[in-house]
């Protein structure tokens, strides 16, 4: 992940879920229990990596996959079966050699340092530069790049990826605000694919939305905890 000195949402590349490879998947399904949820990381992986690492455009492994959907009579990317990613896996390898004409690495620490090498570059993309230059960010500044171990916010309806603020970003006001999406990874929230859902009751506006606060009462509370330290030292 990014690491720049103030927050530029969306404007930096992240690579989730590196070191998966045909053998450490396995590896992963044996360790988590679920082949599934091993299969699902490794295609994400792939999805993720060729785009932000080997410049291949996504459009051709989005097309793929939405074909698996139609195929399979579903709608979400979590309704496909372990059988069905392991396909994906296979299919996105094989458009990654004919669109770039590279092999997709296996070794872990050869997609680890070319991965941080695309995130320190992504300072540059163009949306980055008129980000910074909107909000007056100095160029000059950079970024450092973060490795860290994953936490798995697709492991299944117990799980989940989200972000949350100390206030409502569009408003201003004080109020713990955020959003989440059950059984997903970062990149689910923003995709556009499922709707977020709201952290809290007092930001619901569809009914039809389970709020985290409804959904998994204990996990809202650890986090209602951690927002009233932040309000008592900021």
Request: hydrophobic letters at 40%; one cysteine or more; aromatic letters at 8%.
């Amino acid at each position: 992940r990014s690491g720049a000195r103030v927050s530029m949402p969306g404007m930096m590349d992240t690579v989730l879920n590196i070191g998966l490879n045909d053998e450490t998947v396995k590896g992963l399904a044996e360790r988590s229990g679920d082949e599934r949820f091993a299969y699902d990381c490794y295609r994400r992986f792939i999805q993720m990596y060729s785009d932000v690492v080997m410049g291949m455009q996504r459009d051709a492994l989005e097309e793929v996959l939405d074909e698996t959907k139609r195929n399979r009579g579903v709608k979400l990317d979590m309704e496909l079966g372990a059988s069905d990613l392991k396909a994906l896996v296979r299919s996105y390898k094989a458009l990654v050699k004919k669109h770039t004409k590279k092999v997709f690495p296996d070794d872990p620490w050869e997609q680890l340092f070319l991965a941080i090498g695309a995130v320190f570059e992504s300072w540059n993309t163009p949306r980055a530069v008129t980000y910074r230059k909107l909000n007056s960010i100095p160029n000059h500044w950079g970024t450092a790049v973060n490795v860290q171990a994953m936490v798995f916010g697709n492991m299944g309806e117990d799980s989940a990826t989200g972000v949350a603020f100390t206030r409502d970003p569009a408003t201003g006001e004080k109020v713990f605000y955020g959003e989440f999406l059950p059984n997903a990874q970062g990149e689910d929230v923003v995709a556009g694919i499922r709707t977020p859902q709201p952290i809290n009751l007092i930001k619901k506006t569809d009914p039809k939305l389970l709020s985290l606060e409804e959904m998994m009462p204990e996990l809202y509370e650890e986090l209602d905890k951690i927002q009233r330290k932040l309000e008592r030292h900021y």
